[in-house]
């Protein structure tokens, strides 16, 4: 049965920006947060503490964490969290305030090393520290489990796969695990099967959908995910992103057109769908980047 209602988490400043070329800046990050708080997200992934030198765009996480946890740009009934993928960025990571980190995982051998450089089972030994160490610290740490749906370098992932690293992540200590359909190749029939053999090891309550929309399957595939009972979704407005270490990959499904969908079946969410649908418009003017969201362009005035 589909949910009375969603959590949506705003992957758009990290997801979705993590990948552009030209650089942007802190206060345009700190700008977009705003708006989106505004729009009603109480969930947004504000940065990610991981190597300038694989990931310049996300370099001033420091910069956009301290100002959104200390410097009074930030809200205290918001939670903004970051991607931490190993003990040096949890330290930063801390040292900045945060109260919620992640870390992030693949069911692809060949994703884990050209995305994070090492293969799961050593990533799963990276993490366990920093999941300890941020709980130590009354620091809430997600999972992230990517490929969940297919592999840019593999091809099919086993559902049995995903199901095992969700599974690692969540006996770690990860409050919810979230599966990403990476290079958003995925299919509706695929993504509840894969759905069930995750949901044999990890209650539904903590599994998150986070997709890509690289084939337009985005929305479909979160469809077949609420029917199964998904309750959390992960999206970016306006569709921004992609991931640097999967080539074509597109961004995130987009928030607004989540929740244009959401509102329509009836399901409730706390984020405004007008609110929203400006962000996006704001955001990609500012940027100057195609606006990926077919319900924000439908309701913008471009
Ligand atoms: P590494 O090179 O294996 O790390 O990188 P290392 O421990 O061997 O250290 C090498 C150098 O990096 C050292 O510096 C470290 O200090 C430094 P040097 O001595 O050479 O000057 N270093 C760091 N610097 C800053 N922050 C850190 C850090 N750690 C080490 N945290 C590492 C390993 C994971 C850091 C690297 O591979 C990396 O940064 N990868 C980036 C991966 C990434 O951001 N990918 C995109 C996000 S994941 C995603 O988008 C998918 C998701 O959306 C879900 C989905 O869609 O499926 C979540
Ligand atoms: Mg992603």
């Known amino acids: 049965a589909l949910p009375a209602s969603v959590r949506l988490v705003e992957v758009g400043p990290r997801d979705g920006l993590q990948n552009e070329p030209e650089p942007i800046s802190t206060e345009i990050k700190l700008e977009l947060i705003e708006r989106l708080a505004d729009a009603g997200h109480t969930h947004i992934e504000a940065a990610s503490f991981v190597s300038p030198k694989w990931v310049p765009q996300m370099a001033d996480h420091s910069q956009v964490m301290r100002a959104l946890m200390h410097e009074g740009k930030g809200r ?3 939670n903004y969290s970051a991607l931490t993928p190993n003990l040096k960025g949890l330290e930063e990571a801390l040292a900045s305030g945060v109260q919620e980190v992640a870390v992030f995982g693949a069911a692809s051998e060949s994703f884990s090393q050209k995305n994070i450089n090492c293969s799961i089972a050593e990533s799963l030994e990276r993490f366990a520290p920093v999941v300890e160490r941020a709980r130590a610290e009354g620091v809430r740490v997600r ?3 990517s490929c969940v749906l297919g592999c840019p370098y593999e091809g099919e992932i086993s559902p049995a796969m995903v199901a095992q690293v969700t599974r690692a992540l969540d006996d770690m200590g990860c409050y919810e695990v979230s599966l990403g359909d990476t290079i958003g190749t995925g299919t509706p029939l695929k993504a509840k099967r894969m759905l ?10 903590r599994l998150a959908a986070h997709f890509h929309d690289t084939y337009g399957q985005a929305l479909a595939n979160l469809m077949a995910v609420l029917e199964e009972g998904v309750a ?11 991931c640097p270490y999967a080539k074509g990959a597109a961004g995130n499904v987009a928030t607004e057109d989540v929740v244009y969908l959401l509102k329509g079946l009836g399901i409730q969410c706390s984020v405004d769908l007008e609110r929203i649908a400006a962000v996006g418009d704001w955001m990609t003017r500012t940027i100057n980047r ?7 362009v439908a309701l913008s005035s471009r």
């Open 232 to 242: 959390v979704v992960d999206s970016s407005v306006a569709g921004l992103g992609g």
């Open 143 to 145: 999972g992230y489990v």
């Open 290 to 296: 195609p606006n990926r969201s077919k319900a924000g």
């Open 196 to 205: 069930e053999a995750v949901a044999r090891e990890v209650p539904m309550e």
């Open 76 to 78: 205290p009934d918001i």
